[in-house]
């Protein structure tokens, strides 16, 4: 129900600017030669629209000439299905008179036409994301076992890894991968060169490291929930610190830790949008490309959040429901 | 048994067990009283080394036990413990709890482990709720099952922390009776409880513990009736 708000304020938003969007007026250009005959040519960009004189429909589709006008002032008026129909003022002269139009999509229709683009990022925004955040989840349980076990220097080598990938930003780590690590790369492997890497590697090392970073977290909060009457109940018994580990904590963790990986997954489905920054062709890097072609910003970046509002709002839901079910049966 | 000489425990600054020397006979049950923060629990844990000693010795079966080079593991197996919150492993069903131990570290097999945690479920009058997770057990049934889980390892000690401390009163008769039961078959135990009344009937020797020492110990029968120090009689008459 909740969801379902946030939907409805979100179309609601998209309306207004949708609406807000097609106030544009185009600029009038008109090209007259001399003639003997009065002709009125009036070409569209797509073609097919119907026209309108003065307010009266007129016969046909563009492109389409008009003869036996009398010279004067019209209002000249091109409708086209799914597209912003465009009326200017013409002084037409004796002679020869061209009017071309351009006509820009409605916002929806556009919406629709970019659509297909959007829907490929997305496709790589979620499959860079879940192979990041399931590398992630590898590192991130051994860092975070690392973080608990009695063992001092593993304790400092994970403290020392998810502090510093927690606190640093995910910006300046993509970074840090994509153009810190190439020269590094290069005087290790190579002749001295940098040798640089592509932004997928880069974007997937970069999201699977900080994603590590923070199951590792997520692990470690999961094993010291459970009470530590297990550890002593299960030493007790004669287990080992590994076995007790192994059948008595890590099942009990398994099932707290399942939640908040599934926000770690949200969190990061979002989050990789930043690898766009290097050139990784995902949904915002995307639709960056779309607005330098086709110059609509509002509607391009609206259809990007909903884009994103699609992915992430079933996830919550599966979040909420996990949360519910493991609270009460636990 | 056990033999404890000159036990010390130390938290940072906190001195908690201040030289605890003692003798436990095969077969004996010995109750642990005293005031709390009196150091009778963190004494009883030391006893299968949940708590490392700062400084004495302790003996099991003549095994120095406060050795680094004895297996620490293998000295828990023969000790039994009873925890005041049960501590049963709320992921496995009372049969998977007490066939846990007896599979995973005496590598016995699953049917002879159940056929064993049956008998045991028997012995605490829980059969019917073999399969039962511990969250839908009475706390009473939780520490039955907590019981049998420490019995299937075939110990030759029981450890007992405050085992019914966290059960409301309807419920201890039956944790108790358990406990008498095993009395009986000459189970060797170490009791912490504040039930007054068990440790009269069923111990062969009761310890009062106060500020880390054992002040006065001896056959239930004198130190209830005629005990000998100023602080035990303070203690007996705030609780009796």
Redesign the interface.
Known sequence: MKHLKTLLAMLIIAIIFLFAACTGQAQETVEDTAGTETVLRITSNPEGAEVFINGEPYDGVTPLTIRGLSPGRYSVEVVKARYRKESRYVEVKPGENAVRFSLAETSLYYLWKITPLLLLGAVMTLFLTIISVFNGIIIGTFAGMARVVPVRLLNIISGVYVNFFRGTPLLVQIFMIHFGLPPVLGSLFGDGTPIPLNPFLSAFSALSINSGAYVAEIIRAGIQSI?R??M?????????YW?AMR??IL??AV?RVIPPLGNEFIAMLKDSSLVSVIGMEELVRKAQVIVTRTYRPTETWLGVGLVFLMMTLPFTKVVTELERRLKTG? | MIKVVNLHKRFSSLHVLKGITTHIKPGEVVCIIGPSGSGKSTFLRCLNLLEEPSAGEIFIEGVKITDHKVNINDVRAEMGMVFQRFNLFPHMTALQNITIGPVQIRKLSQEEAEERAYTLLDKVGLREKAHEYPDNLSGGQQQRVAIARALSMHPKAMLFDEPTSALDPEMIKEVLDVMKDLAKEGMTMVVVSHEMGFAREVSDRVLFMDDGVIVEEGPPSQLFNKPQNERTRSFLSKVL
């Open positions: 009470d009457g297990q002593e109940a299960a030493r007790s018994l004669g287990m080992s076995q059948h008595i099942p009990q099932k636990d």
